[in-house]
């Protein structure tokens, strides 16, 4: 079975300071890890993907996140915060042909002036 | 480039009736899937399908029904709806299922008195 725990529900932060979500994940296998974004009254949209390449996967809009197998992470970063970043973050595992993609419980990212 | 189109985007029901929530794509994705969202539990996979005339269950697929007649189009039907399905429902599709990346659509807000 797989799972992803996203360790805070919300982050605030200030703009042009920098911007930490947590994310550890629970997998049998290798996992295939992604970030995706959603604003408000909107769809979700896919920020980054790790399928077993570069540890270190960059994203749209300025995002990264490191793939730590030793300590099972995945934490999303950018060095700083935007207004238009204020949204909600989730973290996702896939399994094998990614039939069946697992949600984490989001994490609200506030972004204040 | 409409993407995936959701309809309606609210709708308030009864308890014990039925209706269909329509969702297209016009990318010629073979993924398809239904997701709903409720607060603090991220998004949870209903049914999903890997091409025409091919659907399995999700995570809760209780209550719902699909069907895949066409490339474009996958309806999720509630036979008899209940308050505990009041929920935002996500549909999402893919190219396949080899890259985890999902296109979702806006969303339908569905509240059942």
């Known amino acids: 079975a797989q799972s992803v725990t996203q360790l805070d529900s919300h982050v605030s932060v200030s703009e042009g300071t920098p911007v930490l979500l947590r994310c550890n994940y629970s997998?049998?296998?290798?996992?295939?890890l992604f970030w995706y974004v959603q604003h408000p009254n909107k769809g979700l949209q896919l920020l980054l993907k790790y399928t077993s390449a570069a540890t270190l996967v960059k994203g749209i809009n300025g995002f990264e996140a490191e793939f730590k197998k030793s300590e099972t992470s995945f934490h999303l970063t950018k060095p700083s915060a935007h207004m238009s970043d204020a949204a909600e973050y989730f973290c996702v595992v896939g399994n094998t042909g990614f039939q069946k993609l697992v949600f984490g419980t989001g994490t609200r990212l506030l972004v204040s002036p | 480039n409409a993407g995936v189109t959701q309809t309606p985007k609210f709708q308030v029901l009864k308890t014990g009736q039925s209706m269909t929530l329509q969702c297209a794509q016009d990318?010629?994705?073979?993924?398809m899937s239904w997701y709903r969202q409720d607060p603090g539990m991220g998004l949870r996979l209903i049914h999903y399908?890997?091409?025409?005339?091919?659907?399995d269950q999700g995570e809760v697929p209780n209550g719902y029904n699909v069907s895949r007649s066409t490339t474009e189009d996958f309806p999720l039907r509630l036979l008899s709806a209940a308050p505990s399905q009041t929920s935002v429902y996500f549909c999402?599709?893919?190219?396949?299922?080899?890259?985890?990346?999902?296109?979702f659509g806006e969303g339908s807000r569905l509240t059942v008195l």
């Open positions: 399908s890997v091409g025409a005339g091919i659907t």
């Open positions: 999402a599709s893919s190219y396949g299922t080899s890259t985890g990346e999902l296109f």
């Open positions: 997998s049998s296998y290798s996992p295939s």
């Open positions: 990318m010629n994705h073979e993924y």
